[in-house]
């Protein structure tokens, strides 16, 4: 399939997977599986009529394709009447009905994307570990509701991202080992026409089918489709996924406008066509963007569960066609771009020490209020006391750019602060042991992931716009 979404921003193996091409002759492969079992039980059909077909399975030709279908107004059939003028024989889809060929070929699709998923995600993971522990004991500024709230890392800061992807990354192996083929149904789901060709051995069939397909998995009692919230989970688990990349985009879009990171910037880059000196988060404004529809193709699929006639329709075709093959367009550059920008991401250092030495005083209140307890205190007097100093505080930081609340703090002798306690709060690196604690568990889970997928550990998207 091709589009702004697959042409602009999904990788080559993504766009292959979801060709029409790879499509239509998966098809062809899985007709041939199943006419090379049927021959074994007994179907009249020679081998060179198999051999006939196999040598015209990659010969595709869609305008012929399409000009057949104009004609009977249905998709399976143009493709079947297509592939047995080629081999010269009509032997295939004998006991099939439509829905065997293409739900079988699009969770075939589904699960070589999300082999392709798999890696990019696990080499994401790599890349953010190797990131925090680049950055495992930069200070930096923790804002809550966007305000300076306590001191953090920057390293810190990329495990929460870590935490959220492996946690994403699990749900994507535990759907990926259980992700079921519909197997060989028939029109209803019974498999009555494999019965009355071949009996009970009609089950070797669909037996077939699946080790052919790499499925571990068959659904035993589906109708002519199979059930529709199977592909909400499906694109739900890769709008999980995506929650992470999103996150980072989000905070770096934040930081870049304080001046602590850019993305990297091209000699020839240009950042605005009419503001020359407009460096912008570009890539991470893109992930924000495709997360947006993947979100949306979520919504789409969300209106086909449940909403299943008898035994099957067609009026869920529209939306599959859409959906699905776009979801995994969105994942796929999403997961690419987040590499890029963690990748290519330059901290600030500079602007981010200036930053925390500004707001230093008022990240460390929480120090002081635990500290006015155990001089006898009470709490809440402590907590009101040093709010007001901060108040008063914060208005001198704005009007004159100085922070004096370490000046007023120490003039309050109820809070009994010793001028040795005043000067020991103030080093950023006696106040982040918690984070560098917690960034190395989520460091050493992270790699694990990576090294567990041999293909993640030398991955390297290519560069797009």
Same mark, same amino acid.
């Given at each position: 399939?091709?589009?702004?979404?697959?042409?602009?921003?999904?990788?080559?193996?993504?766009?292959?997977?979801?060709?029409?091409?790879?499509?239509? @002759?998966?098809?062809?492969?899985?007709?041939?599986?199943?006419?090379?079992?049927?021959?074994?039980?007994?179907?009249?059909?020679?081998?060179?009529?198999?051999?006939?077909?196999?040598?015209?399975?990659?010969?595709?030709?869609?305008?012929?394709?399409?000009?057949?279908?104009?004609?009977?107004?249905?998709?399976?059939?143009?493709?079947?009447?297509?592939?047995?003028?080629?081999?010269?024989? &009509?032997?295939?889809?004998?006991?099939?009905?439509?829905?065997?060929?293409?739900?079988?070929i699009e969770l075939f699709q589904v699960s070589?994307?999300? @082999?392709?998923?798999?890696?990019?995600?696990?080499?994401?993971?790599?890349?953010?570990?190797?990131?925090?522990?680049?950055?495992?004991?930069?200070?930096?500024?923790?804002?809550?509701?966007?305000?300076?709230?306590?001191?953090?890392?920057?390293?810190?800061?990329?495990?929460?991202?870590?935490?959220?992807?492996?946690?994403?990354?699990?749900?994507?192996?535990?759907?990926?080992?259980?992700?079921?083929l519909k197997g060989i149904k028939g029109p209803?789901?019974?498999? &009555?026409?494999?019965?009355?060709?071949?009996?009970?051995?009609?089950? @070797?069939?669909?037996?077939?089918?699946?080790?052919?397909?790499?499925?571990?998995?068959?659904?035993?009692?589906?109708?002519?489709?199979?059930?529709?919230?199977?592909?909400?989970?499906?694109?739900?688990?890769?709008?999980?996924?995506?929650?992470?990349?999103?996150?980072?985009?989000?905070?770096? +879009?934040?930081?870049?406008?304080?001046?602590?990171?850019?993305?990297?910037?091209?000699?020839?880059?240009?950042?605005?066509?009419?503001?020359?000196?407009?460096?912008?988060?570009?890539?991470?404004?893109?992930?924000?963007?495709?997360?947006?529809?993947?979100?949306?193709?979520?919504?789409?699929?969300?209106?086909?569960?449940?909403?299943?006639?008898?035994?099957?329709?067609?009026?869920?075709?529209?939306?599959?066609?859409?959906?699905?093959?776009?979801?995994?367009?969105?994942?796929?550059?999403?997961?690419?771009?987040?590499? %890029?920008?963690? +990748?290519?991401?330059?901290? &600030?250092?500079?602007?981010?020490?200036?930053?925390?030495?500004?707001?230093?005083?008022?990240?460390?209140?929480? %120090?002081?209020?635990?500290?006015?307890?155990?001089?006898?205190?009470?709490?809440?007097?402590?907590?009101?006391?040093i709010k007001k100093l901060s108040i008063i505080?914060?208005?001198?930081? %704005?009007?004159?750019?100085?922070?004096?609340?370490?000046?007023?703090?120490? *003039?309050?002798?109820?809070?009994?602060?010793?001028?040795?306690?005043?000067?020991?709060?103030?080093?950023?690196?006696?106040?982040?042991?918690?984070?560098? +604690? *917690?960034? %190395?568990?989520?460091?050493?889970?992270?790699?694990?992931?990576?090294?567990?997928?041999?293909?993640?550990?030398?991955?390297?998207?290519?560069?797009?716009?």
């Amino acid at each position: 399939m091709s589009g702004v979404l697959a042409d602009r921003y999904a990788s080559q193996e993504m766009r292959e997977i979801w060709s029409r091409e790879f499509k239509i @002759k998966a098809e062809r492969r899985l007709w041939i599986s199943v006419l090379e079992t049927q021959s074994s039980l007994g179907l009249d059909v020679l081998p060179s009529v198999i051999e006939d077909y196999r040598k015209n399975e990659d010969v595709v030709d869609l305008a012929r394709i399409d000009a057949r279908e104009n004609i009977t107004k249905h998709d399976v059939k143009a493709r079947i009447d297509e592939f047995n003028e080629l081999a010269g024989h &009509q032997k295939i889809h004998i006991g099939m009905t439509s829905r065997d060929l293409t739900e079988n070929i699009e969770l075939f699709q589904v699960s070589s994307s999300l @082999k392709v998923v798999k890696v990019k995600a696990a080499a994401l993971l790599k890349v953010l570990a190797e990131f925090a522990q680049e950055h495992l004991e930069l200070p930096l500024v923790a804002r809550t509701h966007n305000v300076p709230a306590q001191l953090t890392t920057v390293g810190r800061r990329a495990s929460t991202w870590m935490e959220e992807l492996l946690f994403a990354f699990d749900h994507l192996q535990s759907l990926s080992n259980r992700l079921p083929l519909k197997g060989i149904k028939g029109p209803i789901g019974t498999s &009555q026409d494999l019965l009355d060709l071949f009996g009970d051995s009609g089950a @070797k069939i669909e037996n077939s089918v699946a080790t052919a397909l790499g499925f571990n998995e068959v659904l035993a009692a589906p109708s002519q489709i199979y059930p529709r919230s199977i592909d909400y989970e499906i694109v739900t688990a890769l709008v999980q996924l995506a929650a992470s990349p999103a996150n980072v985009a989000t905070n770096i +879009r934040i930081m870049s406008g304080f001046g602590l990171v850019t993305e990297g910037f091209g000699k020839e880059q240009v950042g605005s066509s009419a503001m020359p000196h407009k460096i912008n988060a570009r890539l991470s404004e893109r992930v924000n963007g495709l997360i947006a529809v993947l979100k949306g193709n979520a919504v789409m699929l969300q209106e086909l569960v449940g909403n299943q006639w008898n035994e099957g329709d067609v009026s869920c075709s529209v939306v599959r066609r859409v959906a699905l093959a776009d979801s995994f367009y969105a994942i796929d550059a999403i997961l690419d771009t987040t590499i %890029r920008i963690i +990748r290519d991401l330059v901290m &600030q250092s500079d602007v981010i020490e200036r930053e925390v030495k500004e707001y230093l005083p008022f990240l460390v209140t929480t %120090r002081m209020l635990s500290e006015a307890v155990k001089n006898g205190m009470g709490r809440e007097d402590a907590h009101a006391l040093i709010k007001k100093l901060s108040i008063i505080a914060g208005e001198n930081f %704005r009007k004159t750019g100085i922070n004096n609340l370490i000046e007023l703090v120490s *003039q309050e002798s109820d809070l009994g602060f010793t001028a040795e306690f005043l000067v020991t709060i103030q080093d950023p690196s006696l106040l982040v042991a918690g984070a560098v +604690r *917690q960034t %190395r568990v989520l460091m050493q889970r992270a790699l694990a992931i990576a090294e567990s997928i041999p293909d993640s550990l030398a991955y390297i998207p290519a560069d797009s716009i």
